[in-house]
């Protein structure tokens, strides 16, 4: 089992930082998180607006799991997209 993460927290930076995939490094995502992270830099800010609300849903969605959901969705097991 991995070390727990606060969903909260999680949440937060997706709403406000998901366009440069933050929350995806929180969650041990790297993946993911160079993606969204490329994405935003590469196209010059153009791919960070849908970048941007790719981590305000996913913020969203994260703040409303249960933290037990939360831990085994997102923290045991590995859904790196929604």
Sequence with gaps: ???RKDKT????LGIFLGGLGIH???LNYTK???IMLLVSLLTCG????VMGIIGFIEGILYLTKTDEEF???Y??????WF
Aim: glycine letters at 20%; aromatic letters at 16%; charged letters at 20%.
């Design 1 to 3: 089992m991995e070390s």
């Design 9 to 12: 927290a999680a949440g937060l």
């Design 24 to 26: 995806k490094f929180y």
């Design 32 to 34: 993911e998180g160079v």
């Design 46 to 49: 153009v791919g960070a607006t």
């Design 71 to 73: 831990q085994y969705t």
């Design 75 to 80: 923290v045991d097991g590995y859904k790196g």
